[in-house]
């Protein structure tokens, strides 16, 4: 009899194995934005960008099928947190996102910038600046919320880049605080070297946050692994 009990366990225990092969897991639901040259879409609606590259192949190295919306930043951030996307992505650090999701290993070097006017007297090392200075930066990001948490005078949160570069062109601020990646390659497609100056305000890790609730669901080595497989993407 306990020889029957064991082949019933075994038989079982096949078939949930056959099963689990036969249904993949589910697709990993992700968001990023229009951030060229980070992620974008080409003309015929294909995504691409350095960040998306490089997700697409840690992903297919793991064998994991995705879904990538492009969504405004702040909508995106909120889906994951609301647990309608399992993650987000080009990201850095922050407590708020910290409270619902976990970052990845880092995608890419990244840099957040000070732009001004070259014809600006103003410094980002100077104590006046952080009284003075009339800030932008990109509603939804970091950056925003780190503005305000330095005591910085931040008076406008536009939604795109390329809005921000325009509000310092006209001098509605005095600088902005921007993706090194997203801002440079901006204002080289606009022809506006001659006209700004920049000086590096952090460095910092940018990855994929992926919620916790999606996390929790996965194999507990998922995050593991994915940033494992980071490691022979980004040189690609």
Known sequence: MPHATTHKLLQASLLLLAASCAFPADPIRLATHQQPPLSFTRD???ADGLAVRIVDCALKKLQRP????FLPWPRAQWLVQRQ???GFFAATPSEERDGYAVLSGALLPYERRWYLLKS???SPSSPEFKRQARIAAFNGSNMDVWLRDHGYQLTSTPGNSEQLLRMLQSRRVDAVLGNAYAVDALIARLGLQAELRSELAEALPMGVYFGKAFL????????TQFNNALQGCRSK
């Open 44 to 46: 015929n609606g294909q």
């Open 66 to 69: 995705y879904t990538l919306d």
């Open 84 to 86: 309608q996307f399992d």
């Open 120 to 122: 600006s007297p103003l």
């Open 216 to 223: 929790s669901r996965e194999d507990p080595q998922f995050l």
